[in-house]
Structure formats: structure tokens, C-alpha cells
């Protein structure tokens, strides 16, 4: 089953990376019309999660990148780099969102988090 999975995404990964990436683009930047949630902070969970995705996805798509350490780290940083630069797009070019620096700390932790998950599973991947 796995090798099927692997079989069925390889050299596909990229380009759900670049839909996710284009996804977070646009629900960071449209306006939202629902009630926000009473539970406070909320909301750093899914940015947490939204960007674990991303980071996940764009360290998949290049599997080679824990043997080339810098390819994993410029991943890393150009993820963080997005979430950093989406959020001063929230502040500037939209007045229905502001800008908020615990959403960056939230995108980070996905992030940072993928690439553990991801250097954990790295060799379970190749193995298949």
C-alpha cells in the first residue's frame, strides 16, 4: 500500500506544495465572513497546522534535501520567510487584517515541526 502511495505521488508532490502554497496565499488574504472564535487564540492553532502542511509538503518535494542539509534549511527558511512576508501583506494591503507577530511564531512552529516529522520519517521514505 505504501509503495502505491509513493508511486502515485512521486513527482506530483510539487505541485500540491504549490497549490497548498497558493491555497494559504489566498484564505491569508480574503476576507473572512464568519464569527471568529471564543476560544482565544484559536486560530494560532490552524496556522500551525496550515504551515506544518507546507512545510511537510516542500520538504517531500525535494527528499533528497536531509542529505543536502542546506536544501532542507533554505525549505525551512523560505517557509518561515512566506509566513513572514503573508502577515506584512495582512497589514498592508488588506484593512480587514491585521498583522500579528504570534501568527509568525505559530507559522515557525509548523514549520519547525514538519522538519522534525520530516527527518524522523526520511529514511522509512526511501526505504519503500
Known amino acids: 500500500m505504501l509503495k502505491l502511495i509513493k508511486t502515485l ?5 510539487i505541485f500540491i506544495a ?3 502554497t497558493l491555497g494559504i496565499t489566498y484564505l491569508s488574504l480574503m476576507r473572512l465572513n464568519f464569527a471568529p472564535s471564543k476560544l482565544s487564540h484559536v486560530d494560532k492553532i490552524y496556522h500551525s497546522i496550515a504551515y506544518f502542511i507546507l ?3 516542500w520538504l517531500l ?3 533528497k534535501s536531509l542529505e543536502k542539509k542546506y536544501i532542507k534549511y533554505a525549505i525551512v527558511i523560505s517557509c518561515i520567510i512566506y509566513g513572514i512576508v503573508i502577515e506584512v501583506l495582512q497589514g498592508t494591503l488588506t484593512a480587514y487584517r491585521t498583522a500579528s507577530l504570534l501568527d509568525v511564531i505559530a507559522n515557525t512552529i509548523g514549520v519547525l515541526v514538519a522538519m522534525v516529522l520530516f527527518k524522523s520519517i526520511y ?6
Open 9 to 13: 505521488f512521486k513527482d506530483k508532490i
Open 55 to 57: 512545510g511537510l509538503t
Open 18 to 20: 504549490i497549490g497548498i
Open 123 to 128: 529514511k522509512k521514505i526511501i526505504a519503500i
Open 61 to 63: 518535494s525535494f527528499p
